[in-house]
């Protein structure tokens, strides 16, 4: 199970209400996982968002603590996502892991082969 370390989450009202109803449109794993994350994070009005919180349509590097590799992606909408781009699903394993958290939360993300990778979000950038 992933795990996000001494973080709370952080989600605005619009996309929570969005999310939700995604998640009631897929009956998978990923959604599911997706609602466990949603339950654990604090909904607030989008204007109280702090401006290093990953949100929907956000880009957010994190790094690899194991191999120190750095990736930048967009968090984005099954229909919106290309991995050729670097957008990435909110139903993706990272995507769902990666929503509510702000620049310096940790997270550990189970892999294949009973493997564990520790990310950690090191920038944050709103769409404009």
């Known amino acids: 199970m992933r795990t996000k370390k001494a973080n709370s ?3 605005s009202q619009p996309d929570y209400l969005q ?4 998640i009631e449109q897929h009956n998978t794993p990923e959604a599911e996982a997706l609602d466990v994350e949603l ?3 604090d909904i607030v009005p989008e204007k109280d968002i702090p401006a290093d919180a990953v949100a929907m349509g956000s880009t957010v590097t994190f790094v690899d603590l194991d191999s120190n590799e750095e990736k930048t992606i967009s968090l984005v909408y099954p229909n919106e996502a290309n991995v ?7 139903l993706s394993p990272v995507g769902s892991a990666l929503i509510g958290l702000r620049i310096g939360g940790n997270i550990d993300w189970p892999v294949p082969q009973g493997k564990v990778r520790r990310l950690k ?6 769409p404009v």
């Open 84 to 90: 050729t781009q670097m957008k990435i699903s909110i």
């Open 39 to 41: 339950s654990r994070a």
């Open 19 to 22: 999310l939700t109803k995604l």
């Open 121 to 126: 979000v090191i920038a944050v950038q709103h």
């Open 9 to 11: 989450l952080i989600v």
